[in-house]
């Protein structure tokens, strides 16, 4: 089935550095990604999303990279900062009509002080 | 604050037992989609309403029912709870199509425990 998953679950950063979080996905015909940051005990909070019709975007310290022809989708979380610590996931719409989001299922950023 | 609110958020109750979550979303926002995040799981879509309509469904189980009310509020309910009910049970929702139409806004969650 079409499924979308992260390359790697836990990943640990130096404050300051620069984080850059992986999504591999596989419906060619997803046509939206977006980003979301979940902190221990909340919803899921919108971060950054993309267009399929886009290869990158840029919001405040984040930017997403979409490669279509790899069907990969990345987040850069730029000067990494302790409150950056959240599970991550990336989540894709279907295409045309299909508004429900499939999500992965997680990479824990972990910022060490 | 993501503007979509949730009650209760927390909730414990017995096998075979039956709850209903509530969920308000945004101001101006008509979808509203019920998830289910589980440990061994993940973030699993159960079903959205549209202006009142249900639009789509997902790994929505039987015993668990969903509407949306005319002023939009949402309800979903679980009945014949089992212990493998126990998750987060989050609703988000998004905006008239158009726009930002595709982006889903999620609530705080109801933390639900089956004991």
């Known amino acids: 089935g079409e499924s979308v998953g992260l390359h790697l679950p836990t990943l640990s950063v130096q404050e300051g550095d620069n984080s850059i979080i992986n999504c591999a996905y596989s419906?060619?015909?997803?046509?939206?990604f977006i980003w979301y940051k979940q902190e221990s005990g909340k919803g899921p909070q919108f971060i950054i999303d993309?267009?399929?019709?886009?290869d990158k975007r840029q919001g405040q310290r984040v930017t997403v990279l979409l490669n279509k022809t790899v069907k990969h989708l990345s987040l850069q979380i730029a000067a990494t900062q302790p409150g950056d610590s959240a599970v991550y996931f990336c989540?894709?719409?279907?295409?045309?009509?299909?508004?429900?989001?499939?999500f992965g299922k997680g990479t824990l950023l972990t910022v060490n002080p | 604050d993501s503007g979509v609110t949730q009650t209760p958020k927390h909730l414990i109750t017995a096998t075979g037992q039956r709850v209903t979550l509530r969920c308000s979303p945004r101001?101006?926002?008509?979808?509203v989609y019920w998830y289910q995040q589980s440990l061994d799981q993940g973030l699993q879509f159960l079903i959205q309403?549209?202006?009142?309509?249900?639009?789509a469904k997902g790994n929505i189980l039987e015993r668990f029912s969903a509407q949306q009310f005319p002023d939009l509020h949402s309800e979903l309910n679980l009945s014949s709870l089992e212990l493998g009910d126990s998750a987060l049970y989050f609703c988000?929702?998004?905006?008239?199509?158009?726009?930002?139409?595709?982006?889903?806004?999620f609530g705080p969650g109801t933390r639900l425990t089956v004991l």
């Open positions: 101001s101006g926002d008509l979808s």
């Open positions: 309403y549209y202006n009142g309509e249900e639009r």
């Open positions: 419906n060619s015909a997803s046509d939206y």
């Open positions: 993309i267009r399929s019709n886009m």
């Open positions: 988000a929702s998004s905006p008239p199509r158009g726009g930002r139409g595709d982006t889903q806004y």
């Open positions: 989540a894709e719409k279907g295409g045309g009509s299909n508004y429900k989001l499939t």
